[in-house]
């Protein structure tokens, strides 16, 4: 079953994509800032049995962490420079122009979203990576 590791601090989006993901058969880890998604991957403090999920739906405004940091951290690491990413966020153009040079995003969605589209977005990107 593949894994999704939700990085958002808004309590009813990591709700509601909880929701959308296990109905889809997806297992979800949680974290609600990019320092504590950095410790559920087991980079820091480093935790080498920490098992990586196969994609991250992350938020940018994030208090302690945002977004934008924690991808940044991300490339540091060569187990997680490859970690496909899809940033979901509010923030508009100017935000999606600053992730689009990062080789791990496979894509900006804007909120409020989709789900269906946002299933079908996940869907192709886990193949993908197969």
């Excluded at 297992?27 to 403090?45: R, Y």
């Excluded at 690491?77 to 040079?101: H, N």
């Amino acid at each position: 079953m593949p894994s999704i590791l939700v990085v958002d601090d808004e309590p009813e989006i990591v709700t509601l994509l909880r929701f959308i993901l296990e109905k889809d058969g997806y297992s979800v880890v949680e974290a609600t800032n990019g320092q504590a998604a950095l410790q559920v991957l087991g980079l820091d403090p480093p935790n080498p049995e920490v098992a990586l999920p196969d994609l991250m739906i992350l938020d940018i405004m994030m208090p302690v962490m945002d977004g934008y940091t924690l991808n940044t951290r991300l490339q540091d690491f060569p187990s997680t420079r490859c970690l496909p990413v899809i940033v979901l966020t509010a923030k508009g153009q100017r935000m999606r122009d600053l992730f689009e040079s990062v080789p791990n995003v496979a894509a900006y969605v804007q909120k409020p979203f989709d789900p269906k589209m946002l299933r079908d977005l996940i869907k192709g990107i886990l193949t993908r990576k197969t």
